[in-house]
Protein backbone atom coordinates (compact mmCIF):
# COMPACT_ATOMS: atom_id res chain seq x y z
CA UNK A 1 0.00 0.00 0.00
CA UNK A 2 0.82 3.10 -0.93
CA UNK A 3 -0.62 6.88 0.50
CA UNK A 4 0.82 10.41 -0.33
CA UNK A 5 -1.23 12.50 2.33
CA UNK A 6 -2.85 15.70 1.10
CA UNK A 7 0.28 18.24 1.23
CA UNK A 8 2.76 15.97 2.15
CA UNK A 9 3.55 12.65 0.33
CA UNK A 10 7.00 12.78 -0.66
CA UNK A 11 8.37 11.81 -3.66
CA UNK A 12 9.52 7.87 -4.60
CA UNK A 13 12.99 8.55 -6.70
CA UNK A 14 13.31 7.09 -9.92
CA UNK A 15 13.70 3.36 -9.91
CA UNK A 16 13.02 0.15 -12.02
CA UNK A 17 11.54 -2.49 -9.72
CA UNK A 18 13.93 -5.51 -10.83
CA UNK A 19 16.58 -3.85 -9.02
CA UNK A 20 14.86 -4.70 -5.76
CA UNK A 21 14.52 -8.41 -6.82
CA UNK A 22 17.76 -9.46 -8.43
CA UNK A 23 18.38 -11.95 -5.84
CA UNK A 24 15.64 -13.99 -8.05
CA UNK A 25 16.06 -15.63 -11.17
CA UNK A 26 15.13 -15.59 -13.97
CA UNK A 27 13.51 -11.76 -14.64
CA UNK A 28 9.86 -12.52 -15.24
CA UNK A 29 8.47 -10.03 -12.98
CA UNK A 30 5.42 -7.31 -13.26
CA UNK A 31 4.25 -5.08 -11.14
CA UNK A 32 0.88 -3.57 -10.96
CA UNK A 33 -0.76 0.03 -9.68
CA UNK A 34 -4.01 0.12 -8.70
CA UNK A 35 -5.51 3.40 -8.08
CA UNK A 36 -7.38 3.55 -4.77
CA UNK A 37 -7.77 7.30 -5.72
CA UNK A 38 -7.73 9.42 -9.01
CA UNK A 39 -4.22 9.75 -9.82
CA UNK A 40 -3.24 13.28 -11.31
CA UNK A 41 0.35 15.37 -11.55
CA UNK A 42 -0.92 17.62 -8.82
CA UNK A 43 -1.14 14.40 -6.40
CA UNK A 44 1.91 12.58 -7.46
CA UNK A 45 1.21 9.70 -9.94
CA UNK A 46 3.08 7.65 -11.14
CA UNK A 47 5.58 8.51 -13.98
CA UNK A 48 7.17 6.72 -16.55
CA UNK A 49 9.98 6.92 -18.95
CA UNK A 50 8.89 5.10 -21.92
CA UNK A 51 11.44 3.00 -23.59
CA UNK A 52 13.19 3.04 -20.30
CA UNK A 53 12.29 -1.37 -20.14
CA UNK A 54 15.34 -1.50 -22.46
CA UNK A 55 18.23 0.33 -19.97
CA UNK A 56 20.48 -2.18 -18.55
CA UNK A 57 23.62 -2.59 -17.27
CA UNK A 58 25.29 -5.44 -18.90
CA UNK A 59 22.22 -7.26 -18.63
CA UNK A 60 21.43 -6.23 -15.13
CA UNK A 61 18.68 -3.33 -13.70
CA UNK A 62 20.25 0.25 -13.68
CA UNK A 63 21.56 0.58 -9.90
CA UNK A 64 19.60 2.34 -7.24
CA UNK A 65 20.92 5.31 -6.69
CA UNK A 66 18.67 6.35 -3.25
CA UNK A 67 17.90 3.82 -1.50
CA UNK A 68 15.93 6.58 0.76
CA UNK A 69 13.71 7.23 -2.23
CA UNK A 70 13.94 11.29 -2.18
CA UNK A 71 16.40 12.09 -4.39
CA UNK A 72 14.76 12.38 -7.92
CA UNK A 73 17.47 13.57 -9.69
CA UNK A 74 20.23 10.99 -8.78
CA UNK A 75 19.60 8.40 -11.38
CA UNK A 76 20.33 11.10 -13.75
CA UNK A 77 24.18 10.70 -12.24
CA UNK A 78 24.27 6.85 -14.29
CA UNK A 79 22.31 7.49 -17.10
CA UNK A 80 23.98 7.31 -20.67
CA UNK A 81 24.14 10.41 -22.48
CA UNK A 82 21.51 8.63 -25.05
CA UNK A 83 19.53 7.29 -21.87
CA UNK A 84 19.41 11.61 -20.88
CA UNK A 85 18.50 12.31 -24.03
CA UNK A 86 14.99 9.68 -23.91
CA UNK A 87 14.87 10.82 -20.21
CA UNK A 88 10.80 12.00 -20.94
CA UNK A 89 8.27 11.80 -18.06
CA UNK A 90 4.98 10.63 -19.03
CA UNK A 91 2.61 11.09 -15.83
CA UNK A 92 0.27 7.67 -15.95
CA UNK A 93 -2.96 9.31 -14.82
CA UNK A 94 -5.26 6.81 -13.30
CA UNK A 95 -8.72 6.73 -12.44
CA UNK A 96 -9.80 5.67 -9.02
CA UNK A 97 -10.29 1.82 -9.90
CA UNK A 98 -7.81 1.64 -12.94
CA UNK A 99 -4.50 0.00 -12.96
CA UNK A 100 -1.40 -0.03 -14.70
CA UNK A 101 1.36 -2.96 -15.54
CA UNK A 102 4.10 -2.47 -15.89
CA UNK A 103 8.16 -4.12 -16.93
CA UNK A 104 10.37 -4.81 -14.34
CA UNK A 105 12.61 -2.48 -15.61
CA UNK A 106 10.42 0.64 -16.56
CA UNK A 107 11.95 3.36 -14.88
CA UNK A 108 9.55 4.72 -12.72
CA UNK A 109 8.82 7.56 -9.95
CA UNK A 110 6.60 9.85 -8.52
CA UNK A 111 6.78 13.35 -6.93
CA UNK A 112 5.14 15.08 -3.82
CA UNK A 113 1.60 15.07 -3.29
CA UNK A 114 0.72 19.16 -3.73
CA UNK A 115 -3.57 18.56 -3.87
CA UNK A 116 -5.78 19.20 -0.90
CA UNK A 117 -6.71 14.78 -1.11
CA UNK A 118 -4.84 11.97 -0.54
CA UNK A 119 -3.20 9.85 -3.00
CA UNK A 120 -3.52 5.75 -2.27
CA UNK A 121 -2.24 2.81 -4.37
CA UNK A 122 -2.31 -1.03 -3.56
CA UNK A 123 0.58 -2.37 -5.71
CA UNK A 124 0.92 -6.14 -6.31
CA UNK A 125 4.36 -7.70 -7.70
CA UNK A 126 4.17 -10.61 -9.88
CA UNK A 127 6.72 -13.15 -11.30
CA UNK A 128 6.16 -16.46 -13.33
CA UNK A 129 5.17 -19.82 -12.26
CA UNK A 130 9.36 -21.01 -11.86
CA UNK A 131 11.13 -18.65 -10.78
CA UNK A 132 13.50 -19.34 -8.24
CA UNK A 133 15.66 -17.97 -5.40
CA UNK A 134 19.62 -16.73 -6.07
CA UNK A 135 20.70 -16.30 -3.18
CA UNK A 136 20.33 -18.17 0.62
CA UNK A 137 19.42 -14.68 2.13
CA UNK A 138 16.74 -13.26 3.21
CA UNK A 139 14.20 -12.17 -0.14
CA UNK A 140 11.91 -10.29 2.13
CA UNK A 141 12.33 -9.63 6.28
CA UNK A 142 11.77 -13.19 8.08
CA UNK A 143 11.69 -14.82 4.53
CA UNK A 144 14.53 -16.95 3.30
CA UNK A 145 14.21 -19.04 0.25
CA UNK A 146 17.17 -21.59 -0.01
CA UNK A 147 19.27 -20.60 -3.38
CA UNK A 148 18.03 -22.70 -6.41
CA UNK A 149 14.89 -23.53 -4.98
CA UNK A 150 11.44 -22.20 -6.77
CA UNK A 151 9.70 -19.32 -4.98
CA UNK A 152 6.58 -20.72 -3.46
CA UNK A 153 5.00 -20.83 -0.12
CA UNK A 154 3.03 -18.49 1.77
CA UNK A 155 4.24 -15.47 0.95
CA UNK A 156 5.25 -16.31 -3.15
CA UNK A 157 1.61 -18.01 -3.82
CA UNK A 158 0.70 -19.34 -7.31
CA UNK A 159 -2.06 -16.93 -8.46
CA UNK A 160 -2.42 -18.89 -11.57
CA UNK A 161 -2.37 -22.28 -12.84
CA UNK A 162 -2.90 -23.38 -16.29
CA UNK A 163 -4.22 -27.04 -14.85
CA UNK A 164 -7.33 -24.98 -12.60
CA UNK A 165 -8.41 -24.69 -16.37
CA UNK A 166 -8.44 -27.87 -17.16
CA UNK A 167 -12.02 -29.63 -17.07
Not at 111 to 118: E, F, K, L, T, W
Not at 146 to 166: A, E, F, I, R, S
Request: aromatic share 10%.
Amino acid sequence: MFAKPAHHGGVVAWHQDYSYWTRTKPMMHLTVHIALDDQTEQNGALHYIPGSHRWTRNGAPIPVTDFNFKDMESIKEILTPEEKQAFTPVCGKLKKGCASFHHPLAVHGSYGNRSDGPRRAAVLNYFADGVYSDTDEELLKGSVVPKGQKMDGQLYPLVYDTNWMMC
